[in-house]
């Protein structure tokens, strides 16, 4: 049969392959002749007869076909189906001009038992043939000896052949898929791709006893036949010896295979199993690659790896197939040394070394035995370069695939492939495949969850799949999260990785022991990556030696890299080398490696706060160290606060003041939690105070006002009983700002000013600055610009006099809001610009968001409606990033009021609802009427002026009950467009418009005097 698959190339030629009719309707072909490399079905697939004998050779007429099964990616087989009701075949021309396709006879399935190999013939047609016209149509016939042995070695059998080749490659093309059949008759096995013709002229070809072991290859031959599939024993015969090729000179007891068996499935290490087998055929380099050392942690899955792609390439390497174990890191037992393992590969090959004494003349009696031979060389487990570089073969006609967790450096003979752990995807499948999960139980989300708790390391997820077999996910997830170490939950997975963990431990610890302190030393860190200047400090060494050193670590595979100057370890080799900083190092030996990481990251965090709010030294190079330190800064600081270390309040408050702007709410109440916790444990109430207030400020920011009003209260009353004035000043400018944020102006201002007494007494004058800030805000939300514009500028010139950048970007942002609402576009504009340069030089997150955010309105108003869009976009996006609530919900707001404008009314109502159910949750009475009036806006373009008035009316409620003037003021201009009655319009402009002269809104009230103008003129406008 010949089988043509989509798509057509740029030539016009589709897929071409051969195949076999086993039954009226059903083909057996080769798996990639129908399907792409990922699995998915080919388009277009049709089967053509071949009819005729020699000389008279034609095809019949395309039959459409659909692939009923297709192996997996190392069993190259498929079978099509016909696409036609078998029950139609009838007369002699069969289906659809297929001949004879109703007679087929049923297959003789059989395997070649014993060890000598038998005459076997193959017959298809060349893509070249089939794509003839006229006489030059004929079919290939092959004559060769099938190996038997090769099968147990690989998944393909070898056929040496014995007739002629085709004059060319090209023209062999095609022959895949075509059936392997003995001269009884009986069919042994398909051919299967291959990636070049090699010097032995060898075809492979995937055998029948792995074929029927496949279930749904049994069942589709069950369904369609009827029968089940029987596979029969077929004698071997010793062939003429004219049928074998002449074999490479060497010994008679030279042993064949010493490979172990491969592993019984692998559904991991996708991309390494395509790629390694292409670089060995040279297809990615333009040569072969023919050594390669396979490198990575402890349980990485490097041995796995190495085996399947031994016996998926020893039918291309058959005259010698060597697997040696060096024992580079074997519990108990010392590496193999170079002299012992030349000797067991020179005895495999049937060559007595004795007259060869020393190690260099060995390995020229073993890279002479090699030479011309297609060999295969497994070395597992190795333990340095020097112990395998006298093994390598000295020609190119040999493969060697080395598995070693030390990075093998050798360019010029060695291409190195490093294993990190799998990836989320390969990882669930390896867990599903070894806990027999079926498909429907492998879309649990909670199995993804396990594989992270096992750090995604081949060795432990297959551990904890045996798990799984009795156990229900959800469960055994739990278990494993409540346990001190995930694997403590599991013995046998704990067991396991702990032993391939020990092993490289006692191996470092033989041969350096000052690495081995080192790395005790490097796993006290309480941070997830560990920087080289803070290991430096941590150890005493200097930073050029501790970097030279970690580098060393990684080359072991005992530290992973994560970019220039910054390492880590493993999740589940950090908890093992934890263990043993705990078992071997003394207390006073942690105590001093810790607080020599405290000082570090306080003197280099204090030095970067410094950087950013004065713009002096390198502020480029600060934000990049908060940003890379983010989490070690968190954790150096809890691990401080449990310790009881004197830098415990310092480290806090300056991850406060580093991050609070980066919107690490989540990490901060982490510290500030920890920090309470402990001071009510010890009674140290001055760090309670501290912990409360610093726990209030995360809550405030990510919009729990509730929250923390009750702690700002509870930090004030401890500061009081103290006598701590700057800290019942702190505490009053916190609550001051919650109040604001509630849109309970009045209590803010009250606020405000007392905490401004008590900084004025202490000579505060950043205290002093902050609360004319805050005071300011207030002011512009009560629509008092005049007293807001003052009070902003005395904040700026506090704050320029501090080098506080800022709070100089706030106190402009401020100033740019009051422009604004005053209709002064350019003058917001170039405010808005101008902090938020400086927050993004700054890395303040937020601060960018809110100059966006005002960027965006002064775009909306100029007309330029997509460019205010996008504005709002970015500004909602950076509010996310930060789980800043009350601010994306402003943006929302925005974000709704341009697509109002743009028409898009149904999209402007989701996003302004949107926008006032956060404003709801948070209480922010203020922010949810802006959001209101606008929804009313919508609902007015939009034709509905009933549900217009209905949010009109909320949304003054929500001013009136904040006191916020300006906002009042916009929403009866709004509400006099909706209303009824003209007398009652006139009121509502009239009351506006008092509001508008009395805030020195000039533009607002000139608007308000033209409708009301228009409605004295007897014609009402639309706002």
């Keep these: ?47 053509r007869a071949v009819v005729g004998g020699r000389g008279a050779v034609r095809l019949t007429d395309p039959v459409p076909c659909t692939v009923l099964w297709q192996g997996d990616a190392g069993l190259d087989a498929a079978l099509l189906r016909l696409g036609v009701d078998e029950h139609s075949v009838s007369g002699t021309h069969g289906v659809h001009g297929v001949p004879g396709a109703h007679g087929v006879p049923e297959p003789r399935w059989a395997e070649v038992t014993g060890t000598e190999p038998v005459t076997v013939a193959v017959t298809g047609m060349s893509a070249a043939a089939a794509r003839s016209t006229g006489d030059g149509t004929e079919t290939e016939t092959v004559r060769g000896v099938l190996d038997p042995l090769t099968y147990t070695r690989s998944d393909r059998y070898a056929i040496d052949v014995s007739s002629a080749w085709p004059a060319g490659w090209d023209q062999w093309s095609g022959m895949s898929g075509s059936a392997v059949v003995h001269k009884s008759g009986a069919l042994l096995g398909v051919v299967a791709w291959s990636d070049r013709p090699y010097e032995g002229r060898r075809l492979t070809a995937v055998p029948v006893r792995a074929l029927l072991a496949d279930p749904g290859f049994r069942d589709v031959l069950r369904e369609l036949t009827g029968q089940d599939p029987l596979l029969r024993a077929l004698d071997p015969e010793r062939p003429a010896d004219s049928a074998r090729l002449p074999a490479a000179p060497g010994p008679a007891e030279a042993l064949r295979t010493t490979l172990k068996a491969p592993p019984r499935q692998i559904v991991d290490r996708v ?28 349980g990485v899955g490097k041995s796995a790896l190495a085996r399947h792609l031994a016996h998926q390439l020893a039918a291309d390497f058959p005259d010698a197939q060597f697997e040696l174990d060096l024992y580079g890191h074997t519990p108990d037992r010392a590496p193999l040394d170079a002299h012992a393992a030349m000797e067991a590969l020179l005895t495999w090959a049937g060559i007595r070394g004795d007259d060869a004494p020393t190690l260099d003349a060995k390995a020229a009696l073993w890279r002479n035995w090699l030479h011309g031979r ?45 294993l990190d752990v799998l990836p989320a995807d390969e990882a669930v499948r390896l867990l599903v495949a070894g806990a027999g999960l079926s498909a429907e139980e492998a879309s649990d989300p909670a199995l993804e969850e396990i594989c992270r708790a096992c750090g995604f390391l081949p060795l432990a997820v297959q551990a904890v799949a045996a798990r799984l077999r009795f156990e229900e996910p959800a469960e055994l997830l739990l278990a494993m999260r409540e346990a001190d170490s995930p694997l403590l939950e599991i013995p046998d997975a704990d067991r396991r990785v702990g032993a391939a963990f020990a092993v490289s431990w006692q191996a470092l610890e033989a041969v350096d022991p000052v690495q081995a302190g080192l790395l005790r030393v490097l796993a006290m860190h309480p941070g997830s990556e560990l920087e080289v200047e803070a290991c430096a400090a941590m150890t005493g060494m200097t930073v050029r030696e501790c970097r030279r050193r970690m580098a060393d670590l990684a080359e072991r595979h005992l ?18 080398a934890r263990s043993l900083a705990v078992g071997h190092e003394p207390q006073e030996r942690w105590d001093e490696a810790l607080d020599r990481l405290f000082t570090h990251q306080l003197s280099r965090g204090e030095a970067a706060r410094e950087a950013l709010a004065t713009g002096g030294g390198e502020p480029g190079a600060a934000r990049a160290w908060v940003e890379a330190e983010r989490t070690n800064l968190i954790a150096v600081t809890v691990a401080a606060v449990e310790r009881r270390s004197p830098h415990a309040r310092r480290l806090a408050a300056l991850a406060h003041a580093v991050l609070g702007g980066l919107g690490a709410t989540t990490e901060l109440a982490r510290i500030w939690t920890a920090m309470r916790d402990a001071a009510m444990a010890d009674h140290d109430r001055p760090s309670r105070a501290d912990a409360l207030r610093g726990l209030a400020d995360t809550e405030r920011t990510r919009g729990d006002l509730a929250a923390a009003r009750d702690n700002y209260r509870a930090a004030h009353e401890l500061y009081e009983a103290l006598g701590d004035r700057r800290g019942q000043a702190d505490a009053l400018w916190g609550l001051a700002e919650t109040e604001r944020s509630r849109s309970r102006y009045d209590d803010a201002r009250e606020l405000f000013t007392c905490a401004l007494r008590v900084y004025e007494e202490l000579d505060d004058r950043a205290g002093r600055a902050d609360v004319l800030w805050g005071l300011a805000n207030v002011s512009v939300s009560q629509g008092r610009y005049e007293t807001g514009t003052g009070e902003f500028r005395q904040a700026r010139e506090l704050y320029a006099g501090l080098t506080d950048r800022r709070g100089e970007a706030q106190a402009l942002r401020g100033l740019a809001d009051i422009a604004r609402n005053r209709g002064r576009g350019i003058e917001a504009h170039e405010g808005y610009r101008a902090a938020l340069v ?21 775009a909306r108003v100029d007309g330029r409606h997509d460019e205010a869009a996008d504005l709002f976009v ?17 943006m929302l707001r925005g974000l709704g009021d341009v697509q109002r404008l743009l028409g898009h009314y149904a999209q402007a109502r989701e996003t302004l609802a949107r926008s006032a159910a956060v404003h709801r949750e948070l209480g922010n009475a203020g922010g949810l009427g802006f959001t209101l009036r606008a929804l009313g806006d919508t609902e007015r373009a939009d034709g509905r002026p009933d549900q217009a008035r209905a949010a009109y009316d909320e949304a003054r409620a929500a001013f009136e ?46 608007g308000c005097r033209d409708r009301l103008a228009a409605l004295d003129g007897g014609s009402r406008t639309e706002q």
Excluded: K, W
Excluded at 841 to 856: P, S, T
């Design 838 to 858: 400086t927050y993004e030089e700054i890395g303040d997150v937020r601060g960018q968001a809110q100059a966006l955010r005002g960027l965006g309105h002064v």
């Design 271 to 298: 991309a390494e199993r395509h790629r390694l087998p292409e670089l060995v055929a040279g297809n990615l380099t333009g040569r072969p690659e023919l050594v390669h050392a396979i490198v990575g942690m402890p």
């Design 374 to 418: 297609r060999g295969l060389l497994l070395l597992d487990n190795a333990a340095s370069l020097d112990q395998v570089s006298c093994l390598l073969p000295g020609d190119d006609s040999s493969l060697v695939l080395i598995t070693s967790r030390i990075a093998l450096h050798d360019p010029d003979r060695i291409t190195l492939t490093a």
């Design 1 to 47: 049969m010949a089988v043509t698959a989509g798509p057509v190339d740029a030539e016009g030629r589709s897929e071409f392959s051969s195949g076999r009719l086993l039954a009226p309707s059903l083909v057996l072909t080769s798996r990639h002749g129908v399907t792409f490399a990922d699995g998915r079905h080919r388009p277009d697939i049709t089967v």
């Design 559 to 576: 530290l992973q890299r994560h970019g220039r100057g910054r390492f880590g370890f493993h999740d589940l080799f950090l908890a093992y």
């Design 874 to 890: 970015r500004a909602r996006d950076l509010s996310r990033r930060i789980g800043d609530r009350r601010g994306e919900a402003d």
């Design 961 to 1006: 009950r904040v006191g916020s003037r300006r906002g009042l003021a916009d929403i009866l201009c709004a509400l006099a467009g909706v209303m009824p009655h003209q007398a009652e319009a006139r009121a509502a402009y009239a009351e506006a418009l008092g509001i508008y002269e009395e805030l020195g809104a000039d533009i607002a009230a000139a």
